[in-house]
């Protein structure tokens, strides 16, 4: 289903892993934890993955998403994500294929196990 949507909207770390392999644009609702810890792992993410996205794309995104994981209005940051749609489709399926182009990990323990030998 995620494959056929062109935004995905998705809460869980399993469903973020698979929209992520969606190639679309997407939004993640991570459940909340004491302390605010998982806007700590939302801030860490985002870091990696506004990368390569241009600076006004950037901020679409995270406000939108900020805004989402802490009950904030949305529809501002919302109308900026779309003012910047093609960018973060592209953007979206170039991060799918570099995590494709990685090597998996049963694939990276051997090569570490051949680079240590």
Do not use: M
């Not at 809460?11 to 806007?39: C, K, M, T």
């Not at 009950?71 to 570099?98: I, N, R, T, Y």
Request: hydrophobic share 50%.
């Amino acid at each position: 289903l995620l494959w056929s949507c062109d935004f995905n909207a998705v809460r869980g770390e399993d469903s973020f892993v698979r929209a992520q392999w969606a190639g679309r644009p997407l939004l993640w609702h991570i459940y909340e934890q004491a302390d605010n810890a998982h806007l700590e792992k939302l801030e860490a993410f985002l870091t990696l993955y506004k990368e390569g996205l241009p600076v006004s794309a950037q901020i679409a995104l995270v406000d939108l998403w900020r805004a989402w994981n802490t009950g904030e209005a949305v529809a501002d940051s919302w109308k900026q994500l779309l003012h910047s749609w093609p960018e973060q489709c592209k953007h979206a399926e170039h991060w799918c294929l570099q995590r494709a182009s990685q090597a998996d990990l049963a694939e990276a323990l051997v090569l570490f196990y051949l680079n240590w030998l």
